[in-house]
């Protein structure tokens, strides 16, 4: 498996980032969204973070030249035709996850490796959809991709070795930390990091203690960065509950069961930084 260019098929944060990962790393990257204004809006954007870096003398302005040269934004699904790996980054939704990668199958080259940068679904579902089961795998970037150094290669059990090998060098070439994984939820961070995250928002629910000071216990008494309903902000409520959901689904532990409030404000679309309201309140 040798990869020249990667396509990259989703226009939200994770999509962007990861092509900027990409185009830094010096592969060709054709970036699609479902229109060709909105994947036009994305290179746009890149080229304002990139441009950005040079301001803080973090990139030289020819290298940010060099990089948005490498990025091609396109609209239509069959521009991904001769990328050497499709890294897909939709809404976390299987059913539109699988529709994707039977497009793919069919659209793409043969010998291209199909991915999915999904946190916690099943890998061996989207490969199931293919005519290529043993060329799909799981490339978990985490955001924001730029700053992150880990990259979770999942291997689904259909996933051929060369596939796994080829998808863990794409991404110590990005510059990033691999680990290997076999397909199930939550793979190593999530299914560590959700239960955990969950709790924090039941002992919010129950009153066990204020927003506030559990944010600051843990930051404290831990030395975590950042509190649990922060991080749940920062990752977005729906996002949460959707990863909570896949853990529970697959366990059945009690543990995982999504704490209530979570629900509730998801469904008063109280979603955390994206719009603005969450655990937190944010400016926009």
């Avoid at 060709?28 to 870096?53: F, I, N, P, W, Y």
């Amino acid at each position: 498996m040798t990869v020249k260019r990667v396509g990259i098929v989703g226009s939200g944060i994770m999509g962007a980032g990861i092509a900027e990962v990409a185009a830094k790393a010096g592969f060709e990257v054709v970036l699609r969204s479902r229109a060709q204004s909105t994947a036009d809006a994305m290179v746009a954007g890149l080229e304002k973070s990139l441009t950005k870096q040079v301001d803080r003398g973090k990139l030289e302005p020819a290298e940010r030249d060099a990089v948005l040269g490498r990025v091609r934004g396109v609209g239509d699904l069959g521009e991904l035709r001769e990328c050497d790996l499709v890294i897909e980054s939709i809404v976390e939704d299987l059913a539109a996850k699988k529709h994707l990668f039977a497009e793919l199958d069919r659209i793409c080259a043969d010998h291209t490796v199909l991915a999915t940068n999904t946190s916690t679904l099943p890998v061996v579902e989207m490969a199931m959809s293919t005519g290529r089961p043993d060329k799909v795998c799981g490339i978990h970037f985490f955001n924001p991709a730029p700053m992150m150094a880990l990259v979770e290669v999942v291997r689904a059990i259909t996933s051929s070795d060369e596939t796994i090998e080829g998808a863990t060098t794409f991404a110590t070439t990005c510059g990033k930390n691999a680990v290997q994984v076999k397909d199930q939820a939550g793979f190593i961070v999530n299914a560590l990091l959700f239960p955990y995250l969950n709790n924090a928002a039941k002992l919010f629910d129950a009153g066990v203690a204020t927003r506030d000071d559990i944010d600051a216990a843990m930051k404290g008494g831990c030395n975590f960065p950042m509190g649990p309903l922060e991080l749940l902000d920062l990752v977005g409520l729906d996002t949460s509950l959707a990863i909570i959901e896949a853990l529970y689904a697959e366990f059945k532990d009690p543990n995982y069961a999504a704490a209530p409030v979570l629900r509730r404000m998801v469904s008063a679309e109280r979603l955390g930084r994206k719009t603005g309201l969450g655990f937190y309140e944010y400016k926009r």
